[in-house]
């Protein structure tokens, strides 16, 4: 097989330029999806302290759903779609959950899970999907890490979210954002 021909280089040709293209000014294509939920709603003064807990508990999972939702995920799924092909190439990310206090001087909350996505995962889920179109390989992992990393992310907070609840941080409005950030492992 000749340099021109060879399925690898190809690959990884489209994926630099794919890259060059999402990098550069003219196209300005962002590496993350984002999901926010405010919840402005006051809980009632006898609420429990695991009621209080489930409320923060909704908005996060509300934002979860956002962002799981959001355009800009399947548009990341697409730009590295081509991570199944490749069998070296794969790519790193963060799930990051914040949480903010918007009527108590409290700082965010903020929670940060990596993952990575390898070719072998993109495969997996080609035998899950029976399908062979990359993107909604792709899309059916990020979804499937984002999750993971929601929970992940999640578990590390619950203390603070607990120690919040004590300091009646929560009793006024409460958002919380779930972010996703996908880029290229180099």
């Not at 993350?32 to 508990?57: C, H, Y």
């Not at 399947?74 to 790193?92: E, P």
């Not at 965010?108 to 070719?119: H, K, N, Q, R, S």
């Amino acid at each position: 097989m000749s340099f021109r021909t060879n399925p690898d280089r190809i690959l990884e040709g489209i994926d630099r330029a794919r890259n060059r293209d999402a990098e550069s000014a003219q196209f300005s294509v962002d590496r993350q999806a984002m999901g926010r939920e405010l919840i402005s709603n006051l809980p009632d003064l006898d609420a429990t302290n695991p009621e209080r807990a489930k409320r923060v508990f909704q908005a996060v999972e509300r934002a979860y759903v956002k962002a799981a939702g959001r355009a800009e995920l399947g548009r990341l799924a697409a730009r590295f779609q081509a991570v199944g092909d490749i069998h070296h190439h794969h790519a790193r990310g963060d799930v990051s959950v914040s949480i903010q206090y918007l009527d108590h001087a409290r700082p965010d909350d903020i929670g940060v899970a990596p993952f990575e996505i390898y070719a072998s995962d993109v495969a997996d889920a080609k035998k899950e999907t029976k399908t062979s179109r990359p993107d909604v390989n792709a899309l059916k992992v990020l979804r499937k890490e984002l999750r993971a990393g929601v929970l992940s992310a999640y578990q590390k907070l619950e203390p603070r979210i607990r120690e919040s609840i004590r300091e009646r941080a929560d009793m006024g409005a409460v958002q919380a954002q779930v972010t996703v950030d996908l880029r290229p492992a180099e």
